[in-house]
């Protein structure tokens, strides 16, 4: 590909759940979210050759990438309707591309290994469900790894983003705010001023970026925002895999009582 046709790198918001799929109360209360995730496609232009997701919702010892060939899928939420255990995402995995990343990570001397089993889980199939429907790109699922090292996970995104010129999109799916009592409105003012931040790091030029992001607790708010900071991880991997990219705020509106936001890196 070319540098005009290099993919972008994006951070999104994934959701409570299987929120999308299911009536609520009021009923427009993730409807902004879900209009901006089904217009993404748009917005990323050509059409990837594969997906790269990294999702909050998986850690583990060593980052692990999935590699069997037709994943199914994991619904790892609670309490919700029926039909939402009943929801189908088919795409196909890739485990040549699995397999690449997890020597691109070794090369870098991060801990990488393939897992033939495991499917996606909803951090990963809920969105994609509203962005590529179709289902026909295949999917890689990258985990997170235990520790939540910030500065590990920006460099994990650096070792990988020459497969954005090879027609991968990376894609961190996660939460730019993610306190549990937070959410309905208790949360919002912490979540505005660590929104603001967040939109000021992911708009600086890149080594500032990387500096901030290193830190990213010392922003105001930052454990008010995150107590545990895995929906935040993901964005680290697409931060470093931006490269001299500048971030720019693709989504930010009040969902569910709090600043929520969606970037994009090139």
């Known amino acids: 590909m070319t540098e005009a046709s290099r993919l972008p790198t994006l951070f999104i918001a994934h959701g409570g759940g299987p929120c999308f799929f299911m009536d609520w109360n009021p009923p427009d209360t993730w409807r902004s979210l879900e209009a901006w995730l089904r ?3 748009v917005e990323v232009g050509d059409k990837p050759r594969a997906l790269l997701v990294v999702s909050a919702h998986w850690e583990a010892e ?6 069997h060939p037709q994943p199914s899928l994991i ?9 939402t255990y009943e929801l189908q995402y088919p795409a196909p995995g890739d485990p040549a ?12 001397g991060l801990p990488a290994e393939i897992d033939r089993e495991r499917g996606f889980d909803h951090g990963v199939f809920v969105p994609l469900k509203l962005i590529y429907p179709q289902a026909d790109i295949p999917v890689v699922q990258l985990s997170l790894r235990a520790g939540l090292n910030p500065a ?3 460099a994990v995104g650096a ?14 799916s996660g939460y730019s705010y993610h306190n549990m009592r937070g959410y309905g409105g208790a949360g919002q003012r912490p979540s505005i001023e660590f929104d603001r931040w967040l939109n000021e790091a992911l708009t600086a030029d890149p080594e500032t970026r990387k500096e901030r992001l290193r830190d990213w607790e010392r922003a105001p708010s930052a454990r008010a925002a995150h107590p545990r900071e ?6 680290m991997v697409a931060a470093g895999a931006a490269g001299q990219d500048i971030g720019k705020r693709l989504f930010g509106e009040l969902v569910f009582g709090v600043a929520t936001s969606g970037f994009r890196f090139g």
Do not use: C, K, M
Request: charged share 20%; glycine share 10%; net charge negative.
């Open 39 to 41: 217009g993404l496609s």
């Open 62 to 67: 060593r980052y692990s990438v999935t590699a």
């Open 75 to 83: 619904y790892d939420y609670y309490g919700f309707p029926q039909h």
């Open 97 to 108: 591309l699995a397999e690449e990343i997890v020597r691109r990570l070794g090369v870098a």
């Open 152 to 154: 590990e996970h920006l």
């Open 159 to 172: 070792a990988l983003a020459p497969l954005r010129e090879q027609g991968v999109l990376i894609i961190g």
């Open 230 to 235: 895995e929906h935040l991880l993901p964005l």
